[in-house]
């Protein structure tokens, strides 16, 4: 289902009609009204809300907000509905959001980082998305049915953009061997050791409907301070397609996160130059680097000419043997733990 009515919500919702002084109970709305008459709707004794009736979810608005409530929100029958992230824009951005379809009835804490909409908001996805209440993990929460079965880029790249913005991850870095790692990354929390969670699974699956193609997720068990386990399920992205197709039709909320995966995807490009050009390139940043700091490992070289270590290492024999750099220091073993000092190259 990804329209609904407003007989559809149950019993105890009260709306209020335009020229009506009093708010009426939804069992006393025939289905035969026009649904532009509804101004406001609450709970028994909740806040209203100002929400336009019928309701369609399988927008990018509707996308977006189960995304951002599936990350970092909170749902209960007694509380409403809570939004909680610290990060100013992307909290800024999801107030936002909920101002494209609500109008009043969204109570928000700046300070805290947090806002709250009514309890009859829970309803309305309790009825509407079938989105269960209460613990993520405890009660193994799933990505609505209508968004699974949703062969629409846009609304999925929506829905997925916030959850990853709210509970993923980028990371780009270079190990010891200053080797390039790109990877997004993602993780929820399993109640059981051997249980993989659904928004894990429904995650990869929506994933591999927009052309992402996913590895094997793996466990994480960590022992918390009280002695019990915690069971984490982590999926990682990696590759130079996965990263694109992620940009173009997922991408992350906060500017930060979309500078880490533009600069992911471009450190993949490497110049295609001749073997003199690179050779030249090679030589150019040796003196780069001696300038700066008297010497000039292969790993400064790989920074500068973003060229791959296995080549720049061809190059280097290269132009020892031609005169046109020497080394002055490195190649000994190291003294302790393994491996050899790197070289130390210097312009002649």
Known sequence: MSILHIWELPKGTKVLLQNRSEYIDVKNISQNIDESLIEKIKSRN?????????INFETQEWASIVGALLAEGSITKRNGV????????????FTNLLSKILK?????KPKIYGCFLPTVFTKILMNGLKMPTGDKVLNDIRIPEIYLQSNDEKIIGSLLSWLFTGDGWITVFNDHL???????????????????????KNTIELLNKIGIRTPKPFQEIKKTKNGKFSYNWKLFIKGKRNLTIFKEKINFQTKNQQLLLKEAIKSFVRPKLSDNESLFL??????????QKGYATKYDIVKITNLKTKWIERLLKRAVNENKIKVIDGGN?????????????VAI
């Open 178 to 200: 200053r080797q390039k790692h790109r990877t997004i990354g993602i993780g929820f929390g399993s109640k059981e050791k051997d249980f993989q969670p659904k928004l894990l």
């Open 282 to 291: 090679v030589i150019q940043a040796v003196q780069n680097a001696t300038n």
């Open 46 to 54: 909740g806040r209203p809300l100002d929400i336009k009736f019928p």
């Open 333 to 345: 073993r190291k003294e302790i733990g393994y491996g050899k000092y790197p070289y130390k190259y």
């Open 82 to 93: 809570g939004f909680w992230n610290k990060n100013p824009e992307f909290f800024q951005k």
């Open 104 to 108: 009043k009835g969204l109570k928000v």
